[in-house]
Nanobody
Framework: QVQLVESGGGLVQPGGSLRLSCAASVRNGRIYTMGWYRQAPGNEREMVAT???????NYADSVKGRFTISRDNAKNTVYLQMNSLSPKDTAVYYCNANSKSIFGGAIFTNWGQGTQVTVST
């Protein structure tokens, strides 16, 4: 079982910055790739950034150069530093983590509850 707890969302002015955090608590399992996704009203959920246990990163084109994903494997925590925010970044941001039981079986995809990021004057 994996629980993901996000924090760090809020209201910020255009051009501002926010840092999201997501801590994973896992029982009898191991965390693999972690990431951030977002969903704006009326839109489908989209990938923002992902990071492997070895720190290989992948970003959506829309956030390259502005967002930075990082992780602390010892704490099973992933971060998303968001700079130069624009109103187009307004969405609910969801933490994602792939996990697998130490007893074997399939890889599961786990989701956090989401945190609202609003970029507005």
């Amino acid at each position: 079982q994996v629980q993901l707890v996000e924090s760090g969302g809020g209201l910020v002015q255009p051009g501002g910055s926010l840092r999201l955090s997501c801590a994973a608590s896992v029982r009898n399992g191991r965390i693999y790739t972690m990431g951030w996704y977002r969903q704006a009203p009326g839109n489908e959920r989209e990938m923002v950034a992902t990071i492997s246990p070895g720190a290989i990163t992948n970003y959506a084109d829309s956030v390259k150069g502005r967002f930075t994903i990082s992780r602390d494997n010892a704490k099973n925590t992933v971060y998303l530093q968001m700079n130069s925010l624009s109103p187009k970044d307004t969405a609910v941001y969801y933490c994602n983590a792939n996990s697998k039981s130490i007893f074997g079986g399939a890889i599961f995809t786990n989701w956090g509850q989401g945190t609202q990021v609003t970029v507005s004057t």
